[in-house]
């Protein structure tokens, strides 16, 4: 997969280095080199690009804020002289963090993240379409239709799917996060830490609780926003 990139970055030599650094990297296409995010604002709003390479010290409009304005497809490499800056990098969801001066070494291995992210995506596309998944369990490869999910559980280093009636629970190896990222949204939420619920299936909220036949799941302070979020959106007013 070819990635098409840009860079902002308001110093010349910086700039220079990484689009040199770009051009001879097959999985990219740099298609502009701006010095200022007000000037790349338009371009890059109309023809957004996969991976833009970000500085964040600017006159004008900082990185930071300029991150916040572009697509949510667009993925963010911050590139800075300055190390402080990390933490708000990953805020806006920065999909890496490059400090002056940038090795191609450390240039590739960002590359390589993004890629993968990119790869991920596509694979999540296609299992979405697909209407399931297969999940390992034990020994064996179990498929899961996603219309048979009702909730997830995480329990420890598993997770524990629970189904509509007559299918007993499957228990697999595998993260929260990892499963909330594949499964598709808005019809599957994090409702808690330990929770993700099928929302098609939800029965009722009472209290605070999600009632998905006899079982009443927590809606926790963390996930209460996007909880609500979604249900304004389903309640007739």
């Known amino acids: 997969m070819i990635l098409k990139c840009a860079i902002i970055d308001d110093e010349p030599l910086a700039a220079e280095l990484l689009a040199s650094y770009a051009k001879k990297t097959p999985e990219l296409n740099l298609v502009g080199t701006y010095d200022s995010a007000i000037t790349a604002m338009k371009e890059l709003r109309d023809n957004p690009v996969d991976l833009l390479f970000l500085d964040i010290q600017m006159p004008e409009l900082s990185g930071l804020e300029f991150a916040n304005l572009l697509p949510k497809n667009t993925k963010i490499i911050f590139t800075t002289a300055f190390d402080r800056y990390a933490i708000e990098g990953y805020k806006v969801n ?3 963090y490059l400090l002056k001066p940038i090795s191609y070494d450390t240039f590739l291995v960002a590359v390589s993240k993004v ?10 596309k296609s299992m979405n379409s697909d209407g399931f998944i297969y999940i390992k369990s034990e020994y064996k490869l179990i498929r899961i239709d996603y219309d048979d999910i009702l909730y997830v559980e995480g329990v420890k280093d598993y997770i524990k799917l ?5 299918k007993k629970p499957v228990m697999s190896l595998m993260n929260m996060k990892k499963m909330e990222d594949y499964l598709p949204k808005p019809q599957f939420l994090r409702v808690h830490r330990s929770f993700i619920v099928n929302m098609a299936k939800v029965e009722m909220i009472d209290r605070g609780r999600i009632v998905i036949g006899e079982s009443f799941i927590p809606i926790s302070e963390s996930y209460k926003e996007i909880v609500q979020d979604y249900i304004d959106n389903h309640t007739l007013q």
């Open 162 to 166: 629970y189904f509509t009636a007559g």
């Open 94 to 96: 920065a999909a890496d």
């Open 115 to 124: 890629a993968e992210l990119f790869k991920d995506n596509e694979r999540m």
